[in-house]
């Protein structure tokens, strides 16, 4: 299991319900609350937790429109519920297993039980998230592959519009990288890239910063609450450290080691826009500093 504690969202209208089932699993996992569906909701898309235990009778939003709505929104579906609820017939629990719940607790339940179902489902949902994971792994670096940055881009675009926070974002492309594999080998270039992203991905500090394999001998930087000072003075960190690395390169024009060349973008994401937007403007800067020598971060100039 997880080293981590895994975080269980319990949905019920009746505190002394939550209070019961918080008392059963605090002691093992993180526990959110929340007392209608809408609550439900909004947490479990900021959150994210590891399971939903939920009840269905409750005023507004009940447990089967909630677990239709969880199931509906992309950032939400992967997240395993299970029914906790005083409905018992064959038609209530074939109703809520196909809106989605993977399994159906009756009261008045155990507390054994439900500790011991709640284990099972969530052991299943690591082993499952291990294996997605995999696939957003690039394979020769051991960063995240271009899925996993469309991924995060987009979560964090989210979040900072959501916030009102800055976002930026630094695309990097290996100066002459075709004329360092055509000179060396592709097993010279393959060692070339892992010692790269290796680089890129030490020089970044903060847990929510995130670097990918963007293409071939390109690399993406993803940076949360970042400005515009912050994002070039970072970038130009990442080109020194790659520069400070001292790969030979007799085929490249610049200079006799590997280099980089940087674009860097920032802006203040809205509901209106997309993360495209800032995808461009960094290309833009990339191109600008291979077209002013290469070697060098550009940064958006307004």
Known sequence: MNSLRQTVLIVDD??????????????????????????????????????VLLDIMMPD???????????????????????????????????????????????????????????????????????????????LTGISNRRQFDRRIEEEWRRASRNGELLSLILIDIDFFKKYNDHYGHLAGDDCLKQVAETLASSLKRPGDAVARYGGEEFACILPQTDAEGVNKLAETLRQAVANLRIPHAASTVTDHVTLSLGVATCSPTPATSPESLVTAADKMLYMAKEEGRNRAVGYRP
């Not at 569906?37 to 994210?48: C, M, P, R, V, Y």
């Not at 509906?72 to 719940?101: C, K, S, W, Y």
């Open 61 to 139: 939003l009940d447990g089967y429109e909630t677990c239709i709505r969880l199931k509906e929104n992309r950032h939400t579906r992967q997240i395993p519920v299970i029914f906790v609820t005083a409905l018992d017939r064959e038609v209530d629990e074939a109703r809520g297993l196909e809106v989605g719940a993977i399994d159906y607790i009756t009261k008045p339940f155990s507390p054994p039980i439900v500790k011991a179902r709640v284990k099972n489902h969530l052991e299943l949902k690591h082993q499952r998230d291990i294996l997605e994971n995999l696939a957003f792994i690039d394979g």
């Open 14 to 51: 009746i505190v002394a319900n939550l209070e019961v089932l918080a008392e059963v699993l605090g002691d093992d996992f993180e526990v959110l609350v929340a007392t209608n569906g809408n609550d439900a909701l909004k947490i479990a898309e900021e959150q994210s937790p590891d399971l």
